[in-house]
Nanobody
Framework: QLQLVESGGGLVQPGGSLRLSCAASGFTSDYNIGWFRQAPGKEREGVSGIFSDGSAYYEDFVKGRFTISRDIAKNTVYLEMDILKPDDTAVYYC??????????????????WGQGTLVTVSS
């Protein structure tokens, strides 16, 4: 059974940092993992992802502030979030798919989603 479990969300002040974790189970090495977020009243949007070959991408609004990484031995993908802003407040989800294109361009077709973790940036 394919499963993704996010953790690490919480309340942080503007300018602060958080590290999210996405623990994966049941996956083969050809899966690509992405992070998405959905703020209240807004549509879900992609944030960052790491492909099965280890290459990563970031959407413009997080470049220079967020860093994605993975620990293959632990089957875990991390999202280090620095210089957080109130606009970063959202439920953050990780997702997995064999297709890099699906993950980044057509996420509504992504195979597996986690349950999400709430990040609140507020003073």
């Amino acid at each position: 059974q394919l499963q993704l479990v996010e953790s690490g969300g919480g309340l942080v002040q503007p300018g602060g940092s958080l590290r999210l974790s996405c623990a994966a189970s049941g996956f083969t090495s050809d899966y690509n993992i992405g992070w998405f977020r959905q703020a209240p009243g807004k549509e879900r949007e992609g944030v960052s992802g790491i492909f099965s070959d280890g290459s990563a991408y970031y959407e413009d609004f997080v470049k220079g502030r967020f860093t994605i990484s993975r620990d293959i031995a632990k089957n875990t993908v991390y999202l280090e979030m620095d210089i957080l802003k109130p606009d970063d407040t959202a439920v953050y989800y990780c997702a997995a798919d064999r297709s890099p294109y699906t993950l980044r361009r057509t996420p509504k077709y992504v195979e597996v989603w986690g349950q999400g973790t709430l990040v609140t940036v507020s003073s």
